[in-house]
């Protein structure tokens, strides 16, 4: 069984916009769900995270005022929508899901039950 899904990456130009979505099991659609990102030679960091009781989100300084994270309950599906994208943006982005309550290691992609498989963003300059 596959728990987390994302799709939506693809090639843009800088600049641009994409919108990535993760669906999700019930296994995995809990507490708080992130985004991360990892490029080739690089460590994995941290794109947002969302409590998904709340609704409060969490961004590094990195993705404040360009990409937003939302949910939709419905669905058991979580966003990654991201404008203003740069060549530096071009990583494999992956979507983790059942992570702490209050996503206290949102930061640091501690304590997640569940992680994709990933979807390829590149943004040419």
């Known amino acids: 069984q596959v728990d987390l899904v994302e799709s939506g990456g693809g090639s843009v130009q800088a600049g641009g916009s994409l919108r990535l979505s993760c669906v999700a099991s019930?296994?995995?659609?809990?507490?708080?769900m992130g985004w991360y990102r990892q490029a080739p030679g690089k460590e994995r960091e941290a794109v947002g995270a969302?409590?998904?009781?709340?609704?409060?989100?969490y961004y590094p300084d990195s993705a404040k005022g360009r990409f937003v994270i939302s949910q939709d309950n419905a669905k058991n599906t979580l966003y990654l929508q991201m404008n203003g994208l740069k060549p530096e943006d071009t990583a494999m982005y992956y979507c983790?899901?059942?992570?702490?309550?209050?996503?206290?290691?949102?930061?640091?992609?501690?304590?997640?039950?569940?992680w994709g498989q990933g979807t390829q963003v590149t943004v040419s300059s």
């Open positions: 969302i409590y998904l009781t709340n609704g409060r989100t």
């Open positions: 983790a899901g059942d992570g702490d309550i209050g996503c206290w290691g949102w930061l640091y992609g501690n304590d997640f039950g569940y």
């Open positions: 019930r296994s995995a659609y809990k507490n708080c």
